[in-house]
């Protein structure tokens, strides 16, 4: 490159350094503001699976509705024993 292509380089460069700097400001703010809902959108998923892994408890489920579990298994090995006799015949 000549003299006079390096000068108009040097001095779009000057220009670019000042609207680089406001721009980098701009996306450092703008960084942070998407790292903080990030970090809130993390926080506020531990919140609902510990939860939905406290509303899974089924020990928990058992104690308090015993009567629906022992339905539910009956029912569960009536429709299981009917399905392999069907099968045996």
Do not use: K, Y
Not at 31 to 36: A, N
Not at 48 to 58: I, K, M, Q, Y
């Amino acid at each position: 490159m000549d003299a006079g292509a390096n000068a108009g380089l040097g001095g779009s460069a000057s220009l670019n350094g000042e609207g680089f700097g406001e721009r980098r400001e701009h996306l450092l703010a703008s960084l942070e503001r998407d790292r903080e809902q990030v970090r809130r959108a993390v926080e506020d998923l531990r919140r609902s699976a510990s939860g939905a892994v406290r509303s899974l408890n089924l020990g928990r489920q058992l104690l308090t509705h015993p009567a629906v579990w022992l339905v539910g298994g009956l029912a569960l090995g009536v429709w299981l024993g009917r399905r392999r006799s069907a099968q045996d015949l």
